[in-house]
């Protein structure tokens, strides 16, 4: 015979920590971002564009400055532009 141990009442701690992931996640406000229906757009660049990219957005910001750069291009709004482009200076 064989004993195996009852595991009735406990969880592991990854069992936790995703249970209150899901709690989090579930409690925190929807952003307006996630209400939208969103599609990858994506192009190569080089790593030296990159890299600038990088540094005019700061830490962890280069996709919302890259994404807010070309739509306002798209749309023609030259002081969004502009305002973007004096906001990356702060940054450096």
Do not use: N, W, Y
């Not at 920590?17 to 952003?31: G, V, W």
């Not at 660049?45 to 070309?70: C, M, N, Q, V, Y």
Request: net charge positive.
């Amino acid at each position: 015979m064989t004993k195996t141990k009852s595991t009735k009442g406990t969880t592991s701690k990854r069992a936790r920590a995703t249970s209150a992931d899901a709690e989090a996640k579930a409690a925190a406000p929807k952003s307006k971002e996630s209400r939208e229906e969103l599609c990858v757009f994506a192009f190569r660049l080089t790593e030296a564009e990159r890299d600038a990219i990088h540094k005019a957005a700061g830490p962890a910001r280069a996709s919302k400055f890259a994404r807010r750069l070309l739509v306002a291009a798209a749309q023609k709004d030259a002081a969004a532009v502009k305002a973007i482009m004096e906001g990356s200076k702060a940054v450096e």
